[in-house]
């Protein structure tokens, strides 16, 4: 979602008000969008500059925003207040030769032998009395490949202390026909307690190129 905030400039006031500001997205193709909510813009007395914020704009049923150009136009109290605008685009692919793209990065606890992914409890915080292994899964979105393709991964995990647990190698093997999935890995101990309190940082990686980061705390 993306939220639009709205300063104004006015007289000053002796007591508070409230001024609402309605906003409506124009998209690519054309279509306009009411915002979803309206912007509360409070006026405290004596002040001469108010600002205000709400979330505006999603991507509607689809999931996925248009590619191009938005505008963004504001009204309140019978009148125009202005307009902006800003530029949808489509990152690169992650991997070379094929239109796949990593979606997400999430985390969680595992044993030696991985988490299937029904059972995965998903989380950026872990208690270090009771983790022994930590599991790194991206997901990932693209056409039908139509033909067999192997993407390899590897993921590190920085530590508080500065040192580095990885890498985590495993791969993507998607069937021609998929549109989507994910791949997962996990590292740790046999017995909890050894992994150090304070914040990591999960960084991942294909043929040498970071694709997805997620920081995470042990405690």
């Known amino acids: 979602f993306l939220g639009v905030e709205v300063s104004l400039t006015h007289s000053a006031l002796s ?116 983790t022994t292994r930590l599991g790194v899964e991206l997901s990932f979105v693209h056409p039908p490949l139509g033909r067999a393709l192997r993407i390899p991964v590897d993921c590190y995990y920085f530590t508080p202390n500065g040192q580095t647990i990885g890498p985590l190698p495993f791969s993507y093997e998607p069937s021609p026909q998929a549109v989507g999935g994910n791949a997962a890995q996990g590292i740790g101990w046999d017995q909890p307690g050894q992994w150090p309190d304070g914040n990591y940082t999960a960084l991942c990686l294909i043929n040498g190129h970071p694709v997805a980061v997620q920081r995470f705390v042990v405690n």
């Open 15 to 130: 007591t508070f008000a409230r001024f609402q500001v309605n906003c409506e997205e124009v998209q690519p193709d054309g279509k306009t969008i009411a915002g979803i909510f309206a912007i509360p813009v409070d006026i405290q007395p004596k002040q001469t500059r108010s600002t205000g914020a709400n979330t505006l704009f999603g991507p509607g049923q689809s999931g996925t925003w248009q590619e191009g150009t938005y505008r963004v136009r504001c009204a309140g109290g019978g009148r125009s207040l202005g307009e902006t605008t800003f530029r949808m685009t489509v990152n690169p692919s992650d991997v070379a030769g094929a239109e796949v793209r990593v979606t997400r990065i999430r985390l969680f606890p595992t044993s030696a032998a991985l988490v299937p992914v029904a059972d995965r409890k998903y989380d950026d915080r872990f208690d270090r009395d009771l």
